[in-house]
């Protein structure tokens, strides 16, 4: 199976800040990555797949970047719901999530 | 309107088995890849079955020769059979739409079922 590793697994940001999540797979999955972000109690909600496109509706300021076995989402400029969990999912083969990446507040 | 509503979970003895449901409406289960992930108590997400359009199915390590995963046409629905209940099986347990027939990201949700396996 591939694995899915993020980093860092927990991330402490302000308000405004800039802040990217790194993923790497254990083999290449081309841009098969897909992006969620899931808040306490709540349903995981899809923000980005195939690597860099933007699910409908979510804000411009979340994008995605990578090929092969690093990927990255970058959170332009931190807004008060951007404080989440957010996860990579790899849909080359089959599915695996990584651990999760939890953003907090500085 | 476009959603997934699961039922079936509660508290269940070590070594006993549910049968996890989850109604679609408005779209077609048969059409798209679906999928069974788990999330149990603080901890990441997890895809424990995978079944594509064309019927072919996946399942992880973790749940193999425990879990089926099916679906009633009929019915628009899509289930969960767990044999063999262990305290690590606790999760809450969410079914979810590929947006594509093979191997997909997951556009639709549903709120999710607790499964709580215990004595």
């Known amino acids: 199976d591939i694995q899915m590793t993020q980093s860092p697994s927990t991330l402490s940001a302000s308000l405004g800040d800039r802040v990217t999540i790194t993923c790497r797979a254990s083999q290449s999955i081309s841009s098969w990555l897909a992006w969620y972000q899931q808040k306490v109690g709540k349903v995981p909600k899809l923000l980005i797949y195939?690597?860099?496109t933007l699910e409908s509706g979510v804000p411009s300021r979340f994008s995605g970047s990578g090929s092969g076995t690093e990927f990255t989402l970058t959170i332009s400029s931190l807004q008060p719901d951007d404080f989440a969990t957010y996860y990579c999912q790899q849909y080359h083969t089959y599915s695996t999530f990584g651990q999760g990446t939890k953003l907090e507040i500085k | 309107e476009v959603q997934l509503v699961e039922s079936g979970g509660g508290l269940i003895q070590p070594g006993g088995s549910l049968r996890l449901s989850c109604a679609a409406s408005a779209f077609t289960v048969s059409s798209n890849c679906m999928t069974w992930v788990r999330q149990a108590p603080g901890q990441g997400l997890e895809c424990v079955s995978i079944i594509y359009s064309d019927g072919r199915t996946y399942y992880a390590d973790s749940v193999k020769g425990r879990f089926t995963i099916s679906r009633d046409n009929s019915k628009n629905a899509l289930y969960l059979q767990i044999n063999s209940l262990g305290v690590e099986d606790t999760a809450v347990y969410y079914c979810?739409?590929?947006?594509?027939?093979?191997?997909?990201?997951?556009?639709?949700w549903g709120r999710g079922t607790l499964v709580t396996v215990s004595s």
């Open positions: 195939k690597a860099s």
């Open positions: 979810a739409r590929g947006q594509l027939s093979g191997a997909s990201y997951f556009d639709l």
